[in-house]
């Protein structure tokens, strides 16, 4: 049976970090970088077949996961041989015996580079590095390190990175409404002076009002829009923009 993982986010910062860039020589010492600190319980008692489904619903979900790099311990890849072997056929290789092999880390790896191919989906970023480290003395924290143009949209792609990777260790594979949350934050991100409604939406993407009120809904509840406060709203249509928060 699948134990889906209990995440909590510790802290998040955001700003130049210098000492990234000797952690990670493709990172710029001026970048701009997200640092989070999560904790991580998770006690499936077979993390590497685990790691290996997420790692096949992302492949479904999104091919682009197969041109991604790794530079750590091979254990730890995503997509390991570049979606040549295991992952790619249906099973990641279990580790060695005596080899170490830490679930959580896999997984807070894995959660780097959702966030990096989310985050490129949107900003249309060309080349983005992170760093994924355990902390020494404090089992089960670990740090994120990701470069990111925008904090909002960083802070997004993060909180859907979180819930995709969590849910598809239980089998739940990202889809459709993944696909319209990026999709319309891609929309606010290129215009984020823009106010948009489920109705204006829904006709400019040729979709229901429902389904762009989802996707607006969704960016909503991770903190990327807000809505507009109107001292009087006789439309009664939700209005939303890029928060400046």
């Known amino acids: 049976m699948a134990i889906q993982p209990d995440i909590k986010i510790v802290k998040i910062e955001y700003g130049a970090f210098p000492p990234a860039s000797r952690l990670n020589h493709k990172i710029a010492a001026d970048s701009l970088l997200l640092r989070a600190t999560l904790d991580i319980r998770w006690d499936d008692p077979d993390p590497a077949s685990a790691v290996a489904r997420c790692e096949r619903a992302l492949l479904a979900f999104s091919p682009?996961?197969?041109?991604?790099?790794?530079?750590?311990?091979?254990?730890?890849?995503?997509?390991?041989?570049?979606?040549?072997?295991?992952?790619?056929?249906?099973?990641?290789?279990?580790?060695?015996?005596?080899?170490?092999?830490?679930?959580?880390?896999?997984?807070?790896?894995?959660?780097?580079?959702?966030?990096?191919?989310?985050q490129c989906t949107v900003t249309d970023q060309k080349r983005c590095s992170g760093i994924t480290a355990a902390h020494r003395g404090a089992r089960g924290r670990y740090d994120l390190i990701v470069e990111s143009p925008d904090y909002g949209i960083a802070r997004c792609c993060l909180a859907l990175a979180l819930s995709s990777v969590s849910a598809a260790t239980d089998g739940s594979f990202p889809g459709a409404l993944e696909r319209d949350i990026l999709h319309v934050a891609r929309a606010a991100y290129t215009r984020p002076w823009r106010s948009l409604t489920a109705p204006d939406l829904a006709r400019e993407l040729g979709w229901t009002e429902t389904r762009a009120g989802r996707a607006l809904g969704a960016l909503r509840d991770v903190g990327y829009l807000s809505e507009r406060p109107y001292t009087v709203n006789i439309s009664g249509l939700s209005d939303f923009r890029v928060s400046t928060s």
Not at 83 to 109: I, K, T, V, W
């Open 64 to 118: 682009s996961f197969r041109r991604h790099q790794c530079r750590g311990p091979e254990a730890y890849h995503v997509v390991p041989g570049n979606g040549r072997n295991s992952a790619a056929a249906g099973g990641r290789e279990h580790p060695r015996p005596g080899q170490p092999f830490d679930g959580a880390l896999a997984l807070m790896h894995l959660i780097e580079h959702v966030m990096i191919d989310f």
